[in-house]
C-alpha cells in the first residue's frame, strides 16, 4: 500500500507535466543559462591556477569529517571568518550550505509568541524556518513595501518580536529590493531585519547592504556561496551575541558536519579577490542592459531587471516544450514549474553570466523569439 500510493502520486505529477528527474549534463553546449556561477570563476584556469598554485596538498584535509563543536572547526574556517569580520566590521559563522543558515536564524531566535513579515517569493529555506519555529507568520506582496507597512501596522504590536525577512535578488523572479525602504520600515516599527544575498554575493561585489553601507541595519545577513561565489555553503553575519546564541543552540548549527578545508580555503580566496573581479562584473553588467534592450526588441515579456531572467510561459507542458527544444538547438534551458514557482506560472529561468559573448546572447534571443510564437 505505501509504495502503490507513492507510484500513483508520482503518476499523477507526470500527468500534470510536473515529474522531476536527476539528468547528467554532459553535452557542449553553445550557452549554458542554467548555472547559477554568475562570474564564471568554476570555468577561469587562470583564476584557479592560482588557488591551486598555493595549496599545499600533503597538508590540507579534504573533509572535516565532524561537527564544529567537535573536530571540523579547522583553522580554515577560523581564518574565513576572521576575513570576512574585518570586512563588514560584525561577526560571521560560517554553515555548510545557506539553505542551513536561513533556517536556523528563524527557528532559532523565534517561536510561537513572536511575528514574521516575510515576502510571499521568499525562498523555502526560510518557509522550513518559519514552520520549524511555530512562529506567527504574515505574508507581504512581493516587494510591495505599502501592504507590508499596511501588515506591520495592523499585526506588529500582538506580538514580542518581529522580524522582516527579504532577499536581496530573487532568485526566480530576478527583482531586487529597494532595502533603503525595508530599513525604513524596520526601524518604524521596531523590527529586525532578516537579508538573504545569495544572489547578490558576487555580482553586486560584497552584496546590496555593504554597498549601500547598511550593514549595521541588518540584523542577520546571509551570504550564499553557491552562486555568485562559484562554491557551496553559507555565511551568516550578525552581532557577537546573537552567533554565541546559535553555537549553543542552533540545532542544524550543532549537529551538522563541516565544511571541508579545501572548500573553504576556496570560499576564503574567491571571499578575499571580490575587489578584484571588478572586470567580470562590468562585463555582466554590460550584458545584463544588451539582454534586456534584445528583449524588447523581440517583444518578449519579463518583469526582471538583474542576471536572472524570467519569461513566464504559465502552463507545464509548454515551458518544457519550449526549453527541450532549445536544448536540442544547444542551448541548456530549464523549465522552472510549481511548487518552485506559484501555480501557473511555470516559466523558462535565464541565469545570465560574465564570459557570454553578446554575438550568441543575440542568436539565442532570435530563437527564444522564434519558439515562443510557436508555442504560444
Request: charged share 30%; hydrophobic share 35%; aromatic share 12%.
Amino acid at each position: 500500500m505505501f509504495y502503490k500510493d507513492l507510484f500513483q502520486e508520482l503518476e499523477d505529477l507526470k500527468k500534470k507535466s510536473n515529474y522531476r528527474e536527476l539528468k547528467v549534463i554532459e553535452e557542449n553546449f553553445i550557452l549554458d543559462f542554467s548555472t547559477n556561477d554568475y562570474l564564471n570563476l568554476n570555468l577561469d584556469k587562470s583564476f584557479k591556477k592560482k588557488f591551486i598554485d598555493n595549496i599545499d596538498f600533503n597538508k590540507i584535509s579534504f573533509g572535516s569529517c565532524g561537527s564544529r563543536l567537535l573536530g571540523g572547526n579547522h583553522r580554515e574556517i577560523i581564518d574565513f571568518e576572521k576575513e570576512i569580520d574585518k570586512v563588514f566590521k560584525k561577526k560571521s559563522l560560517v554553515f555548510g550550505s545557506g539553505y542551513d543558515a536561513n533556517t536556523t536564524i528563524i527557528e532559532t531566535f523565534y517561536s510561537s509568541q513572536d511575528i514574521i513579515f516575510t515576502d510571499r517569493y521568499n525562498h523555502a529555506s526560510i518557509y522550513d524556518g518559519v514552520i520549524n519555529s511555530k512562529v506567527k507568520i504574515i505574508r507581504y506582496k512581493h516587494l510591495d513595501y505599502l501592504d507590508l507597512e499596511k501588515k506591520l501596522k495592523k499585526y506588529r504590536n500582538l506580538y514580542k518580536k518581529s522580524l522582516i525577512i527579504t532577499e536581496s535578488i530573487y532568485s526566480m523572479d530576478g527583482d531586487i529590493v529597494d532595502l533603503d525602504k525595508i530599513v525604513l520600515l524596520k526601524n518604524k516599527y521596531d523590527s529586525q531585519l532578516y537579508l538573504d544575498e545569495a544572489h547578490s554575493y558576487g555580482v553586486l561585489g560584497y552584496g546590496l547592504a555593504y554597498n549601500k553601507s547598511l550593514i549595521k541595519e541588518i540584523d542577520f545577513l546571509m551570504l550564499g556561496l553557491g552562486k555568485g561565489g562559484s562554491s557551496s555553503g553559507g555565511v551568516l553575519i550578525l552581532d557577537d551575541i546573537p552567533r554565541s546564541y546559535i553555537i549553543n543552540k542552533g540545532r542544524k548549527f550543532i549537529y551538522t558536519t563541516a565544511p571541508s578545508p579545501i572548500q573553504t580555503q576556496w570560499n576564503r580566496y574567491v571571499f578575499k579577490n571580490i575587489p578584484f573581479l571588478e572586470d567580470k562584473i562590468k562585463k555582466l553588467n554590460i550584458l545584463k542592459k544588451f539582454f534586456y534592450k534584445k528583449l524588447k526588441e523581440q517583444d518578449i515579456q519579463t518583469m526582471s531587471t538583474e542576471q536572472i531572467v524570467n519569461i513566464v510561459i504559465g502552463d507545464n507542458k509548454k515551458t518544457i516544450e519550449i526549453s527541450e527544444n532549445l536544448i536540442k538547438e544547444g542551448y541548456l534551458v530549464y523549465p522552472i514549474k510549481e511548487p518552485t514557482v506559484p501555480k501557473k506560472t511555470a516559466r523558462i529561468r535565464l541565469t545570465l553570466t560574465a564570459d557570454m559573448k553578446l554575438e550568441e546572447v543575440e542568436i539565442f534571443i532570435e530563437k527564444l523569439s522564434h519558439e515562443l510564437k510557436k508555442i504560444i
